[in-house]
C-alpha cells in the first residue's frame, strides 16, 4: 500500500469519527439526554451568576434594613439569604453541580421579590404616615382633654367655696364633674398607652443557629425570639415598664412555666397567667424589646398566637406557625 492509500484510510477514520459524533449529538438533542457539559452560552451565564447572586444579596440586605426599620417583617427575606447561600456554594464548588435551569429560575424569582418587597416598603410607608398622623390627632385631642382636666379639677376646688344654699346643686354638679373627671382620665391613659410594633418571631436551633420559625418541625426549636418596636408617644412617661409576654397553643392554653419564671397579672379585673416578663426603662426613641423563651418541652404542631400586655392594655399582637 502507498503513502496515498495510507492517507486516504486516515482520512475516511476521521470523517467517520466526526460523523458519529454529530450523530450522537442530535441523538442526544432528540432524545434530550444529558451530555454532561454546558454551553458556551450556559457556560459564560454560570460565569456571571455568582456576579448576580452577589448583587441580589447586597439588595436584599438593603429591603430587609428598610423594612426592620418601618416595623415590618423580614422572613421571606431571611429565607431567600439562605437559598442564595446554597446556590453561591454549589456555584463555588464547580458548574458540574449546577442546574442551569434551575438557577436562571430562582435569579428570576430572586429579582421578582426584589420588586415585591420595593412596593412592600411604599406600603409600609403609606400606613406609618397615616398612624404619625392619628398619633398627632390624639396628642392634640389629650393636650386638649389635660386642659379640661385642669379646668374640672380648678372647678370642684373653687365649688367647695360657695355658700351653704348652693350645696345641694353644688353636690350634684360635683358628681357629675367627678364623672367626666374620670372618663378623661381614662382617655389619658389610653393616649399616652405604649404600642408594640413589628412583632416578628425567629426560632434558635440547639446549634444556637437562628432562622424562620414558620412551618419549621418542632423538634428544630430549642428556643424562641420574639422582637418588637415600642412605638414613639411623647405622652408616655419616660420611666421602668413591666411588659408580659403571652405564648397560645393551638389549643388555646398559655405557655407557662413557674420554674422558667411564669407567672400570672390583673388584666381588666382578671388573672392572666403569663410565660415571660421583663422590666424595661421606656426611651420614647422607638427602641426595640426582645423576648429569648426556652420551653420545657416540644411546641404543638399548628399556629401559636403572641400577645404582649403593659400596664393594663395589650400593646401588641403576633403569631406563627409550627408542623
Known amino acids: 500500500m502507498d503513502s496515498s492509500e495510507n492517507k486516504y484510510q486516515k482520512t475516511s477514520i476521521l470523517f ?21 457539559f454546558l454551553t458556551t452560552a450556559e457556560e ?14 447586597k439588595e436584599l440586605n438593603i429591603r430587609m434594613v428598610e423594612i426592620k426599620k418601618l ?24 458548574s458540574e453541580n449546577v442546574d442551569v435551569s434551575e438557577l436562571k429560575k430562582k435569579l428570576a424569582f430572586y429579582v421578582r421579590l426584589i420588586s415585591q418587597k420595593d412596593q412592600e416598603i411604599k406600603k409600609i410607608k403609606r400606613e406609618n404616615v397615616a398612624l404619625i398622623a392619628r398619633n398627632d390627632s390624639l396628642s392634640r385631642e389629650a393636650r386638649i382633654l389635660k386642659q379640661d382636666l ?17 350645696q345641694k346643686a353644688l353636690s350634684e354638679k360635683s358628681r ?20 408594640a410594633e413589628g412583632v416578628n418571631v ?28 415600642l412605638q414613639e408617644n411623647a405622652l408616655t412617661a419616660k420611666e421602668l415598664k413591666t411588659i408580659y409576654l403571652r405564648i397560645i397553643e393551638p ?46 418541652g416540644a411546641y404543638r ?6 400577645e404582649i400586655y403593659s400596664e393594663g392594655f395589650l400593646i401588641g399582637l403576633g403569631s406563627f406557625e409550627v408542623r
Open 16 to 36: 467517520a469519527v466526526i460523523a458519529l459524533c454529530f450523530f450522537g449529538l442530535y441523538l442526544a438533542e432528540r432524545f434530550n439526554i444529558p451530555l454532561g
Open 44 to 57: 459564560k451565564f454560570v460565569d456571571s451568576a455568582e456576579h448576580q447572586l452577589d448583587s441580589i444579596a
Open 71 to 94: 416595623g415590618g417583617k423580614v422572613n421571606e427575606l431571611e429565607l431567600a439569604k439562605i437559598e442564595i447561600d446554597k446556590d453561591r456554594k454549589k456555584l463555588h464548588d464547580g
Open 150 to 166: 385642669n379646668s374640672v379639677q380648678k372647678a370642684l376646688k373653687d365649688s367647695s367655696y360657695l355658700f351653704d344654699a348652693k
Open 176 to 195: 357629675f364633674l367627678e364623672a367626666r373627671n374620670q372618663e378623661l382620665s381614662e382617655k389619658v391613659s389610653v393616649a399616652a398607652a405604649m404600642h
Open 202 to 229: 425567629y426560632a434558635i436551633s440547639s446549634r444556637g443557629k437562628e432562622f424562620g420559625v414558620n412551618n419549621q418541625k418542632a423538634k428544630r426549636i430549642e428556643k424562641i425570639r420574639v422582637i418588637f418596636h
Open 251 to 296: 389549643t388555646g392554653i398559655v405557655i407557662s412555666d413557674y420554674a422558667s419564671g411564669s407567672g400570672t397579672f390583673i388584666f381588666k379585673n382578671r388573672e392572666l397567667p403569663y410565660t415571660a416578663k421583663q422590666r424595661i426603662f421606656y426611651e420614647n426613641n422607638h427602641q426595640s424589646v426582645e423576648f429569648i423563651y426556652a420551653r420545657n
Open 301 to 306: 404542631e399548628g399556629r401559636h398566637e403572641i
